[in-house]
């Protein structure tokens, strides 16, 4: 799957965690974080949720990151 913002995570890690019948409660007190936050990262509104913990969510769920060179082409927008 290809990836290329955080919103892509965010429907990632919901749709993993809904499909292992884990709670919003439950991720949110594995990654040590608010489950108010959880809900915000989720809906796309957390802009910069951290590295880390983008790892360990994915970790959590038992996905893991690839990281490979792509054919040029413009880089999408991010916001910094």
Do not use: C, D, H
Not at 8 to 32: D, H, P, V
Not at 33 to 42: A, C, G, N, T, Y
């Amino acid at each position: 799957m290809l990836i290329g913002n955080t919103e892509g995570f965010a429907r990632l890690i919901r749709s993993e965690r809904r499909s292992k019948g884990i709670s919003q409660s439950q991720m949110a007190e594995q990654l040590g974080v608010s489950r108010r936050w959880m809900i915000e990262f989720e809906q796309g509104r957390v802009p910069n949720p951290g590295f880390a913990t983008i790892l360990n969510a994915l970790a959590l769920l038992g996905l893991s990151l690839n990281v490979q060179k792509t054919p040029k082409s413009p880089m999408p927008p991010y916001e910094w």
